[in-house]
């Protein structure tokens, strides 16, 4: 009995994520209640609070799972250090991949990054964003500075203001995209566009 209560506690909390992201995705975070997400989960606004103390805690715990159900999470202890240029595209190539492959976590990019207001309510969880940007600009530049000592890149370039430029150069093409795919086949020139600025980083 025990684990048949433990199990339907589980379902329960899952059909209350999977409700959760409908909710968010079509209303954004802000216009987004706990009684719409608890009738869409069919359950009772107590339900959800045997699960999770609040909106705040299901937007973060989607944006954890996502995150990590995906692979996109950084582990700096673990970053495998990129041996050329081809390595941080193959980064970059596998980031796009996701998005062009998983609608769920494509919805879940747009409502976060065009469709939420980042309130003083979001805040701890904008400062752990920005967190996970600097961590991931900081090994980029690393790998780059790398790169920079085995000649594989030009002496010129510099290795914090080339990650930053990069990440910016992908974020941008992918905002791009989003908003008008017809004009910009994401997953024909993803590659091409960006050997176009490593092309830059090189004396090839």
């Known amino acids: 009995m025990a684990n048949k209560t433990k199990g339907e506690a589980e379902k329960t909390r899952q059909a209350v994520l999977d409700s959760a992201l409908q909710v968010f995705i079509q209303n954004g975070y802000s216009r987004t209640t706990l ?24 937007f973060k715990t989607l944006y954890e799972e996502m995150e990590r159900n995906t692979g996109l999470t950084l582990d700096k202890q673990k970053w495998v250090p990129a ?7 193959e980064i970059f190539l596998y980031y796009i991949g996701v998005l062009l492959a998983n609608e769920s976590y494509r919805e879940f990019y747009k409502m976060v990054n065009y469709r939420t207001e ?9 400062e752990f964003e920005k967190k996970k940007l600097d961590d991931f600009v900081e090994v980029l530049a690393e790998d780059i500075a790398r790169l920079k000592r085995q000649k594989k890149v030009r002496p010129q370039v510099d290795p914090v203001r080339s990650a930053v430029a990069l990440c910016a150069y992908v974020e941008g093409i992918i905002g791009f ?21 490593m092309a830059g980083m090189t004396d090839r």
């Open 35 to 58: 009684k719409q997400i608890a009738h869409k989960a069919g359950c009772t606004r107590g339900a959800v609070y045997g699960h999770f103390s609040g909106k705040f805690e299901i």
């Open 118 to 126: 980042w309130s003083d309510e979001l805040a701890a969880l904008l």
């Open 83 to 89: 041996g050329s240029l081809n390595d941080i595209k």
């Open 177 to 197: 995209w989003l908003f008008n795919p017809n004009t910009l086949p994401l997953k024909k020139w993803a590659g091409s566009l960006l050997d176009d600025f």
